[in-house]
């Protein structure tokens, strides 16, 4: 009954920039925290970044400075602005909402992922 979907992801030059998008539809109530996953070649999936409904974030150590999360509550969407990016940020990047829906309060729902990456 929820679905979510990243967009964004491509390649880019160190330094470049990318922002990332991520929609949730369905039958949904409200969203409660959104956000930002990643698993590098070899590496285990780790957090990125997340945000609340009332807007509070937190970032992996990596990432503070050059990346910003961000969400439109009306949108049902999730956006990651990332600055300065270092071949170490080569990922697939996923979407993770938890969800008050029709039938369930506070599901997570993960999204398929989109693919970030960053090389000369």
């Known amino acids: 009954q929820v679905q979510l979907v990243e967009s964004g992801g491509g390649l880019v030059q160190p330094g470049g920039s990318l922002r990332l998008s991520c929609a949730a539809s369905?039958?949904?109530?409200?969203?409660?925290?959104m956000g930002w996953y990643r698993q590098a070649p070899g590496k285990q999936r780790e957090l990125v970044a997340a945000i609340t409904s009332g807007g509070s974030t937190n970032y992996a150590d990596s990432v503070k400075g050059r990346f910003t999360i961000s969400r439109d509550n009306a949108k049902n969407t999730v956006y990651l602005q990332m600055n300065s990016l270092k071949p170490e940020d080569t990922a697939v990047y996923y979407c993770?909402?938890?969800?008050?829906?029709?039938?369930?309060?506070?599901?997570?729902?993960w999204g398929k992922g989109t693919l970030v990456t960053v090389s000369s």
């Open positions: 369905g039958s949904i109530f409200s969203i409660n925290a």
């Open positions: 993770n909402a938890e969800v008050n829906a029709r039938y369930y309060y506070g599901m997570d729902y």
